[in-house]
């Protein structure tokens, strides 16, 4: 099957970048006017660890990844390069992850219909993490019901394939509170608990159910929690990212 341009993709994938900091909202996350949780980094942290993605996604060797394993040494070397412009502060290592899968499929050729399928059978390894031995905290979590972000692509990014005709209606502020109610976002846990990422969630569904104005008001409120409490949204803003790069694509 033909490939596609990766430029084309690079160029979706920045947008969307930089529409995450647009966000008027961060709930704990930078944005072009806020530090959100965080004291080590600011926007122009995320702008120069965007160039930095971008590039190395432009200079690897794309026709040397022949299986998962070659996959993740190469997101691994992406990761690098990100930290490398930021001086070891990790602002997308989630998004990064989550890119890497796509961005094989697109290069490749792989119809929309066919993703799922794909990269299923590609990410399949992704099981082993979950071993005790391998990442115990994430084996525990998944014994607790935790979602990570492993099972997006061991679904086959079916939660989001599904649910773009429905995601590209949402303005930006709605779209973030629909993946605050349903996503199991560990960073929030790494920086909480995991009963306060279902309080979360549970108070994001809650604000969808209100009419404009007071869901205008309590969704202010719950971002200024989330930075009160130190908390972050990393996981949710990564899916953002990512929802907003694939909307942006002409995928056949």
């Known amino acids: 099957m033909q490939g596609r341009e990766i430029g084309t993709y690079l160029d979706a994938l920045g947008r969307a970048i930089g529409r ?18 965080h004291d080590d980094m600011d926007f122009r942290t995320f702008l120069r660890s965007q160039e930095g993605i971008l590039e190395a996604f432009r200079r690897a060797d794309w026709d ?11 997101g691994r070397e992406v990761e690098e390069a990100m930290m490398e ?5 990790n ?12 961005l094989l499929a697109w290069i490749r050729g792989i119809a929309w219909d ?3 399928p794909y990269i299923q059978d590609l990410s399949a390894p992704l099981r082993a993490d979950y071993r005790e031995g391998t990442f115990p905290k994430s084996a525990l979590l998944n014994r607790e019901g935790v979602r990570d ?3 997006i692509p061991l679904s086959g990014y ?26 199991d976002d560990t960073t929030t846990i790494a920086r909480s608990s995991l009963p306060m990422l279902r309080k979360l969630q549970s108070r994001a569904g809650e604000i969808l159910t209100m009419a404009p104005k007071e869901r205008a008001r309590a969704a202010e409120d719950l971002s200024a929690y989330y930075v009160d409490q130190k908390i972050s949204s990393g996981g949710v803003a990564d899916l953002f990212t990512t929802i907003r790069t694939l909307e942006a694509l002409p995928w056949a």
């Open 64 to 74: 040397s990844v022949g299986d998962f394993r070659d996959l993740r040494q190469l």
């Open 149 to 151: 972000i492993r099972q």
């Open 114 to 116: 066919d993703l799922t």
């Open 20 to 37: 995450e900091l647009d966000r008027d909202l961060g709930y704990g996350c930078v944005t072009m006017t806020s530090q959100g949780a």
């Open 91 to 102: 602002t997308h290592k989630g998004l990064v992850f989550l890119q890497t899968f796509l």
């Open 85 to 89: 412009e930021t001086g070891g502060i």
């Open 158 to 183: 079916a939660f989001l394939l599904r649910g773009m005709g429905d995601f590209r209606s949402m303005e930006d502020g709605d779209l973030t509170l629909h993946l605050l109610a349903r996503v």
